[in-house]
């Protein structure tokens, strides 16, 4: 009798470890495919034609597939909030987003930021892009050379040239370290919002607007078509620091794949064929990791903006 009991507790153990080990397998099975996803679905929010600017980053699709070992599918947004939207349904993995684009869509618990674009700097007073790449870029106002403003609080009672109200460089930042500093613009000044910063630039040297808020150094791109523009229309202050664009991902996205699409980023911008794609796309010369808590100055310029409005 003993000796059948020593079999049936010996049986016993075997067949709770063979369980055991049968739902521990399981279990790896599982949490290594929801790890790894079956396919990816990036978006960009166009800065040109979006026919144009799909068919140069179509070319991405393939470079992300080879390192990711899974189909890539690139799109395009009409706007951020259409990539927003889209994050938030889950209908798309990864969005090419503004610095406040980002913050809506974190703020909305659609997406996490994952690496943030570099660019040349800035060096003034010429407006020439230095040989070292940053993640961030700032805000100018400019005015007619031998405008009687030579400050910021020479603005009041100006006319000024403006992006729409969601621009961090062509609204959000000027207006809101301007209203820091004792100045309400939108109360104070006659606001013309125009479509583009060229634009902005042109309507200075024009003489329809007084001045302009637009990205350091938006003159260059009308340097082409004028090339004294540097000459005839001055930058009379800066920003602060703005995050560069951003690569943001869903929440939802596992650590370890995170880990693996920074890497095939990082990568394709150091490499010589990925490099003329993003530039192409977004004059993005590469990409650096980026946390939440970069975007603060952002939250606490669109709070400000808030107060403006009321």
């Known amino acids: 009798m003993k000796k059948f009991r020593k079999l049936l507790a010996g049986v016993a153990v075997l067949i709770a470890a063979t369980m055991a080990t049968a739902c521990s397998n399981g279990s790896s099975k599982k949490s290594a495919?929801?790890?790894?996803?079956?396919?990816?679905?990036?978006?960009?929010?166009?800065?040109?034609?979006a026919t144009k600017l799909e068919s140069r980053a179509k070319p991405l699709e393939k470079m992300l597939s080879d390192r990711l070992g899974i189909p890539v599918h690139v799109s395009m947004s009409t706007d951020y909030n259409t990539v927003v939207e889209a994050m938030k349904s889950k209908k798309v993995d990864v969005g090419f987003l503004p610095p406040n684009g980002y913050v809506l869509a974190?703020?909305?618990?659609?997406?996490?930021v994952l690496l943030q674009a570099q660019r040349y700097g800035v060096k003034q007073p010429?407006?020439?892009?230095?040989?070292?790449?940053?993640?961030?870029?700032?805000?100018?106002?400019?005015?007619?050379?031998?405008?009687?403003?030579?400050?910021?609080k020479d603005l009041k009672g100006k006319s000024i040239s403006v992006q729409s109200p969601t621009s961090s460089a062509g609204y959000v930042y000027p207006i809101a370290e301007l209203?820091?500093?004792?100045?309400?613009?939108?109360?104070?000044?006659?606001?013309?919002?125009?479509?583009?910063?060229?634009?902005?630039?042109?309507?200075?040297?024009?003489?329809?607007?007084?001045?302009?808020?637009?990205f350091e150094d938006a003159r260059t791109i009308v340097k082409d078509d004028?090339?004294?523009?540097?000459?005839?229309?001055?930058?009379?202050?800066?920003?602060?620091?703005?995050?560069?664009?951003?690569?943001?991902?869903v929440p939802s996205?596992?650590?370890?794949?995170?880990?693996?699409?920074?890497?095939?980023?990082?990568?394709i911008g150091k490499s010589k064929k990925g490099k003329k794609i993003i530039e192409s796309i977004y004059t993005h010369e590469g990409y650096v990791t980026s946390k939440d808590s970069d975007f603060n100055t952002v939250r606490k310029y669109e709070k400000i903006i808030e107060s403006t409005k009321k």
């Open 179 to 214: 209203k820091e500093k004792g100045l309400d613009v939108p109360k104070k000044c006659k606001l013309v919002t125009v479509t583009g910063q060229d634009q902005a630039v042109l309507n200075v040297l024009n003489g329809d607007t007084d001045a302009a808020f637009v």
């Open 126 to 152: 010429d407006g020439r892009p230095t040989k070292n790449l940053v993640n961030f870029y700032r805000s100018e106002i400019v005015v007619k050379k031998g405008s009687n403003i030579k400050s910021w």
């Open 33 to 49: 495919g929801s790890d790894e996803p079956k396919s990816l679905n990036v978006q960009f929010v166009p800065s040109q034609a």
């Open 253 to 267: 996205m596992s650590k370890s794949f995170r880990k693996k699409l920074a890497t095939a980023f990082i990568d």
């Open 106 to 112: 974190h703020n909305q618990g659609a997406a996490d």
């Open 226 to 249: 004028n090339p004294k523009i540097m000459q005839q229309v001055v930058p009379i202050y800066f920003t602060k620091p703005i995050p560069n664009d951003t690569i943001s991902v």
